[in-house]
């Protein structure tokens, strides 16, 4: 018996349940995936926006702009990378330069701090590689970048270490009452709890529905991505948005926490909410965009493409209410759902709160995680000590982003645990480089088999039946 | 299981399967696999008998079209499953047959073979007239 | 320290034993495999060392051969060390399990870091994200080293060697191949291996062909490929579907130079790989290069010979010094892609090796100084697949400032 169950371990119910881990309550995560942060969390653009995009007085503005001001510090605690880059819409004529001046009027009233339009010579000096074409823009210094899979597993490790209870491979089919609680089943297993927080993403309006609140829908909207080597990270500093128009946000060029550069996202309303396919239409449209935003985009180095799906809700604002006592939707989370996060989980416990939970806040809850990447960032005496009391740590398993087979056994073993070959990739960065896995993946899989005891054809790209290998050899009739 | 693709050329063919041959008169067309230079060869088949070799820059060649068109054969290069799990490499330590390619592998695929191995053991003997030596080395 | 030595693969290997016949000792060879033989310890087939020793071994016999040798004489190895940097001044920062991250400062270094192959991601296919989508040497690692069957039901994009050697190494492991999908109207291997590897098993070659979507939620379970234009674009109405369960990317390999680049060594935009004078010397003096990290050859054989090149260089470097006696670029028409060295900076006897751009037939490669033709000869057929190579006396660098390599009629 649970006090509070999270549906969903994306960006947000990882954030929830962190926030609610400083309670003395009994919490768990529901997670159908074989991991954390495999939903919209996994492929988004990465960043905390200031926060003068969504409509004043919405829910998606005041979130937004709370949890952008939270965010350093959230990130600090739970050592994640996160960068103040600032970011620059730019203009290319009149017509920009109005709907620019009108988002920083936006922004203003929605409590963005420092924003300000600068003229074509300024743009140029921030960023050098613009395209000749651009004539202002509008810069935030508050925008900054972070990683979203290293957020969230980093929450979730963050809220395990202080009790909260992770149950991976759990896709909830049913909720029914039980006097004042909830009876959560999956296909195999039955959980009870007190409150409910309904955080599932691209799912959430069919969590809804399972008790008997249909009064929204998710539709999930394709977002492709095209990321380039680290080589080309250093062409652009901010993050470079296009003024949005009729036609959407557009395409958008920023550096990423970790040095690629990311260009993307397309924006296509589809049906299936599992379809996470890249189009060659999708790349077209990326490439042609991004190439108007800079002098110039070295395509030739990209290293790998991608697609996400958004969470987009049916009433344009973020849907976080309480539909029936005990139950909160935490849904609709789009964009700018990574920035508010922070503030979506003090909102959602506020709520909670409402409908009656008074646990404690305990003592003994620890706020801070021992960065994922504390290896990477130590000095070479550091890590000579480190690899001193283990070998392992001076043994590199992926050469293209130089991780050691010590941080993947860390990844193995530390809350939230890795299970399969993504995983260890999203906790360590092993096979995101130039060889995206070619060399590294045979030893990964192997470590993996060793440390989880399974086979070594058992062991999987993401749970499920994505098996790396399909059998042994010599077994041909 | 995959068949040998014996009859790749279904116009102009000529090969032997057993102690049969087919007898034609007619040119092949070849290319020779003997090195990485890869020459192509013209053959001239008169009653089943090779009667001219072009196209070869060496005797080498002009010995595997004759082969080719009279006894096709293939060093096979593979894997034994070793007693700790793992693969060693293997090949026959000269050409076998080209159709019994895949009756090798079925010898192959059922030898467990016990460590160590150097370079150079014989791993199974006697299969179709060769030998299946280890070309690399584990547990020394 | 005099020489280290970055990679024990045949290049390395080679390397360092010719350093070593040159009379150095002071050396080390810096190897990040737990064993020496880089990629040929997973290339268990034959067709390896017809020019080098005149018999045809497979890819671990050959890899035995110098590591006999190396352990012969002695020269000093460290297994299961990655080179994390080089510096312009020739101090090597590595890491194992055993010292740590050390320094090691070289008064020579040669690299033999070998290449990558390129992967997936930079094809942009459209489609899922599965798992069954490797690149031919990850799918050879699993089944000759690991012993495991990366799939059942393969089609193959890219007809390079190693996709044409491992369409066959699948083959008799049980898979069925369904296809080699090749977006040029030739193909980038060897002709002996598609006659052996794909011909041999019927295993169809779909030359202007491409993959065009990958499908599967969890493991591939299919591709669609089509045709392609003359610009190489796909053409729709010639879709196909082929269900499979595994796609083996052969599309080319690429010279790992993350390290030569930190460095600041100039490199070339066509080879990827260090741009060198004759003796495989980079811009910076003292660093060398030589195989597959310098251009990607089709024949091991041929990284032994330039590794060998290199070996002695950096001995003579280390003892005497080098000396630049003539200083002549080597220029190329664009139907010849590249030429290595790039450079010649010494009055000697240089073998030249190129690539073309296209398959041509019947043509003249022609070498001209100025207006006067130095060096000509006949080819009948020429092909990017596969490395040609000249040798240049030395009576026709003379006077030369500018050497440039044309293919023309014959």
Known sequence: MYDVAVIGAGVTGAMIARGLAKYDAKVCILEKANDVATGATRANSAIVHAGFDAKEGSLKAKLNVEGSKMMKKVTDELGVKYKNNGSLVIGFNDEDRKTIEELKKRGDANGVEGLRVIDAAELRELEPNISENATCALYAPTGAIVCPYDLT?????????????????????????????????????????????????????????????????????RGEYILLDKECGGLVSHTIFRTPSKMGKGILVSPTVDGNLLT?????????????????????????????????????????SFCGLRATGSTGDFIINSPKAGFINAAGIESPGLSASPAIAEYVIGLLKEQGFNAAQKDSFNPVRRSAHYFKDASVEEKNEIIKKNPAFGRIVCRCEIVTEGEILEAIHTNPKATDLDGVKRRTRSG?????????????????????GIPYECVTKSGGESYINVGKTKEAE | MAQLNAKRQPAKIYFRIGERSYDYNMTRELTCIVCPMGCSLKVELTDGKVTAISGNTCK?????????????????????????????????????????????????????????????????DDVFGSNIVATASRGE | ???????????????????????????????????????????????????????????????WRYEKKVRELNIPVKLGTMVLDITEDKVITATNPEDGIFTIEAKAIILAMGCRERSKGALNIAGSRPAGIYSAGTAQKYVNMKGYMPGKNVVILGSGDIGLIMARRMTLEGAKVHAVCELMPYSGGLARNIEQCLNDFGIPLKLSHTVVEIHGK??????????????????????????????LLSVGLIPENELSKSAGISLSTIT??????????????GIFACGNVLHVHDLVDFVSEEAEIAGKSAALYIQNGKENTCSIALETDGKIRYTVPQRITENKDVKVYFRVADVFKNVKINVYSGENVV????????????????????EMLEGAEKLTFKLEEA
Do not use: W
């Open chain 3, 375 to 394: 060096f000509s000869k006949r080819k009948q057929k020429v092909a990017p697949g596969e490395m040609e190579s000249i040798l240049l006396k030395k």
């Open chain 2, 60 to 124: 080498r060649g002009e010995e595997y079209a004759e082969n080719e068109c009279t006894n096709p054969q293939r060093t096979v290069t593979t894997t034994i499953m070793c007693e700790d799990g793992a693969p060693i490499a293997v090949k026959t330590d000269r050409p076998v047959p080209k159709e019994k390619i895949f009756e090798v592998m079925k010898l192959v695929n059922k030898k467990v073979a016990s460590l160590p191995v150097s370079v150079g053991d014989v791993l199974l």
């Open chain 3, 218 to 247: 969890e493991r591939v379970t299919g591709v669609t490929i089509a045709k392609v234009d003359e610009n190489r674009k796909p053409i729709l109405e010639t879709k196909e579907y082929i269900p499979c369960d595994t796609l």
């Open chain 3, 272 to 285: 990827s790989g260090a741009d060198v004078d004759q003796d495989r010397q980079t811009s910076i003096p």
């Open chain 1, 432 to 452: 995101m480089g130039r060889c995206q896995s070619g060399f590294c993946s045979p030893y990964i899989v192997e470590i993996l088999s060793r440390e989880l």
């Open chain 1, 153 to 221: 597993i980093a929450a979730v490790g963050n809220a395990m270490d202080n009790g909260v209870e992770l149950k991976l491979n759990f896709k909830v089919t049913g909720i029914e009452k039980d006097g004042s609680d909830y009876v959560i089943k999956s296909e195999n297993e039955q959980i009870k709890a007190h409150y409910v927080i309904n955080a599932a993403g691209l799912f959430a309006d069919d969590i809804a529905k399972m008790v008997g609140d249909d009064s929204f829908s998710i539709n999930p909207r």
């Open chain 1, 264 to 304: 993307g996202p397309t924006s296509v309303d589809i049906a299936d909410k599992e379809d996470n396919t890249t189009t060659s239409e999708g790349f077209a449209h990326i490439i042609k965009e991004a190439s108007e935003n800079l002098k110039a985009v070295p395509f030739g180095k990209t290293i790998t």
């Open chain 3, 1 to 63: 320290m005099d020489l280290v030595i970055i990679g024990g693969g045949p290049a390395g290997m080679s390397a360092a034993i010719a350093a070593y016949e040159s009379g150095i000792r002071d050396m080390v060879i810096l190897e990040r495999d737990e064993s020496l033989g880089g990629i040929l310890q997973q290339c268990i087939h034959n067709g390896f060392g017809l020019h080098k020793f005149g018999e045809e071994l497979t890819g671990p016999e050959y890899a």
